[in-house]
């Protein structure tokens, strides 16, 4: 996966370390390949991964998102879709932006932390 800084970054699930050497046109130098930034992943137990067990890898939109009852941002005053599907960010009273996120009207949480309509 191409990063911001247009280096090379490891996706969901893959195998990574600390640092790995690479080789260019000069020889041999270090350079160390990260897991996705922007999704944010992170090396945990020598896999890209969310970086807590509140958080999801969506593999359609190839980023975490959030479950019900983790923390997230509200950024001017919109919902930043970091939540699940089903579940918006609620804003904690007296904060300008954090919040937790929950299941909107008509959604019940599933006990896997995600929201679902009752049919």
């Given amino acids: 996966m191409e990063s911001e800084d247009r280096k090379c970054d490891l996706t969901y699930g893959r195998i990574c370390q600390a640092e790995i050497t690479t080789k260019d046109s000069k020889g041999t130098r270090s350079n160390p390949i990260k897991c996705d930034q922007l999704a944010p992943l992170f090396c945990i137990d020598g896999r890209c991964q969310c970086e807590d067990d509140l958080k999801v890898y969506d593999e359609i939109e190839k980023r975490c998102r959030g479950l019900v009852g983790s923390s997230c941002t ?8 970091f939540c699940v599907d089903g579940a918006f960010c609620d804003k904690y009273r007296g904060s300008n932006d954090k919040g937790q996120c929950k299941c909107l009207r008509g959604f019940v949480e599933a006990s896997n932390r ?3 309509t009752e049919v």
């Fill in 74 to 81: 509200v950024t001017n005053n919109e919902d930043s879709g």
């Fill in 114 to 116: 995600t929201c679902y």
